[in-house]
Structures are given as C-alpha cells and as structure tokens.
T-cell receptor, first 110, second 116 residues
Framework: KQEVTQIPAALSVPEGENLVLNCSFTDSAIYNLQWFRQDPGKGLTSLLLIQSSQREQTSGRLNASLDKSSGRSTLYIAASQPGDSATYLC?????????FGAGTRLTVKP | GAVVSQHPSRVICKSGTSVKIECRSLDFQATTMFWYRQFPKQSLMLMATSNEGSKATYEQGVEKDKFLINHASLTLSTLTVTSAHPEDSSFYICSGGKDGTNTEAFFGQGTRLTVV
C-alpha cells in the first residue's frame, strides 16, 4: 500500500525566501504525482502535475521535481510571498488510486 | 483544465437526517470519480471510487450503507450521508479524471458538513 510522507509538517519563512517542500512515497510504480495547494476550509488547487516519465515541471515561481526511483518529489517555491501561505499537498497516483501526504503548512511572513 | 462542480459548499443538518452531496464534471466526461474526506488538520483520505453505471468501491473502514454513492451518468456522482451523526462532520471533496487512470485529477470545491 502506497504511503506518502511530507516534510516538514509546517514551515514559516520571511517574505522573499526560496524554499523547498519534500514529498516521499514508498511505491515507485506510479502514474503521476501532483502538487496541490489548499487554503483553510477550501478545496484543492492543482499546482503542478508530473507524469511518471517526467523529471520536473515548472509554472511561474514553482518548480516540481520527481525522482521516481528514489520515491521523492520536491516543490521549489522561489521568492516566496505572503499570498503563498497555505497547506501544500502532494498526491501520488497509482492506477486509479490517489494517495495524499499530510501536507506542509506554509506561512510566509511579510 | 477541466471543471468539477460540487454542491453544496456548506451544509448543516440534524443528527439522524440524510444529506446528499453532488459532484458534476462540467466540461468532460468522468468515467470514474473519487470521494475523499478530510478531518481537521489531517490530509484527505479516499473513501470510495465511483464508477459510472456500476457499484462504487469502498475503502476499508468506510461503511457503504452509510455513505451511499451513485454514479448514474458520466457527469454526475452523488454521495449521500445517511443517518448522519456528529462524528460525520467533516470536509468532503470529490474529484474526477478524464479517463480515470493516469490523467490529472480535477477537484470539486468541497463540502463542509456539520451535523448537530
């Protein structure tokens, strides 16, 4: 059974810093991995999707990497802003079975 | 991206009553939809996989008679929480994929259920 772990559980940084969120998974036979953002009491906003054959995806200040063989993905956020404050979830897709990590709660202080 | 619409966004109901949550794919056909539950400060947990025209597949520990899932068309899946109890209070969210397996998942806005 796939297990997804996210480190750290919480992170607080000053505005402008670059930061990295980590996601690890136990079963490397995945179809894809997706990073989401969740604001308090809200649904999920998809940030980046990485297919199993890809190594990274970029969108604006966000860059996600995937190392399937080692079961790891990172989400890099450049020049963080207070508006980036949210919980970031990674989800791993194994053949119609999507498993989520517990999330990293990010706070960017002005 | 594709759009999944979920209603209602919030609902408060009395213990013992039933609540229906709708999940619609607005611009694509979802052969498979997924229902998740999220308790406060925890991650999303898959409850069941809903397949159009057939019975849903429930995760271990999820009562199928309590959480009724119907997926009668390619654009609509419903989750009915029957005989709701306060411990059913949670955030419920659905997602759909265009072809069900290795595509990007699109999520509804979620439903905050409070049972009083």
């Amino acid at each position: 059974k796939q297990e997804v772990t996210q480190i750290p559980a919480a992170l607080s940084v000053p505005e402008g810093e670059n930061l990295v969120l980590n996601c690890s998974f136990t079963d490397s036979a995945i179809y894809n991995l997706q990073w989401f953002r969740q604001d308090p009491g809200k649904g999920l906003t998809s940030l980046l999707l990485i297919q199993s054959s890809q190594r990274e995806q970029t969108s604006g200040r966000l860059n996600a990497s995937l190392d399937k063989s080692s079961g790891r993905s990172t989400l890099y956020i450049a020049a963080s802003q207070p508006g980036d404050s949210a919980t970031y979830l990674c989800a791993v897709n194994n053949n119609n079975d999507m498993r989520f990590g517990a999330g990293t709660r990010l706070t960017v202080k002005p | 991206g594709a759009v999944v619409s979920q209603h209602p966004s919030r609902v408060i109901c009395k213990s013992g009553t039933s609540v229906k949550i709708e999940c619609r794919s607005l611009d694509f056909q979802a052969t498979t939809m997924f229902w998740y539950r999220q308790f406060p400060k925890q991650s999303l947990m898959l409850m069941a996989t809903s397949n159009e025209g057939s019975k849903a597949t429930y995760e271990q520990g999820v009562e199928k008679d309590k959480f009724l899932i119907n997926h009668a068309s390619l654009t609509l899946s419903t989750l009915t929480v029957t005989s709701a109890h306060p411990e059913d209070s949670s955030f419920y969210i659905c997602s759909g994929g265009k072809d069900g397996t290795n595509t990007e998942a699109f999520f509804g806005q979620g439903t905050r259920l409070t049972v009083v």
